[in-house]
């Protein structure tokens, strides 16, 4: 097992779940091939992932996703019951594949001493509840997350 190549293929999956979702996949799969040890957890972090998808589309859809402005979508009109009920699905299932992930991590930390990624990976989980609050709270808590696991890289 190399370890370096194993917290790159975690942090790089980190960073696309946190800001550019669908591509996730590609780390999720790669993570479950590499680690037939932690495949359960990566597993069950790539099945809610998926489910979470369908609800990442709607929040592009509504308008809610800074991806709608990016890529020019103008958002459906819905009431805020559907948009408040599709942002907080969806942060849900985004948290609970986030801690799935994070559960291979932290066995992985211990086995080869990834602390900063393990702590890196921790902060990406308090951001996402953040998101309800402001999403200046939520930016901030992500790139401390994003900074520690760049820097126990």
Known sequence: MNVRRLEVLFALTLILMM???P???VGLWLLMGELPEYGEAIKRSLIVFI???PLYGAK???GISGWSKTLGITPMEASPAV???VHAAFLALQFL???FLYRAISRMSDDTGAEMLK???LM???AIPLHFATITAYFVATWMGLILIIYGL
Do not use: K
Request: hydrophobic share 55%.
């Open 19 to 21: 800001y550019i979702y």
């Open 23 to 25: 591509l996730a996949v």
């Open 51 to 53: 489910a979470s998808l």
């Open 60 to 62: 592009i859809t509504l």
């Open 83 to 85: 948009i408040n009920t």
């Open 97 to 99: 594949s986030l801690y």
């Open 119 to 121: 702590t890196g990976g």
């Open 124 to 126: 990406l989980l308090v």
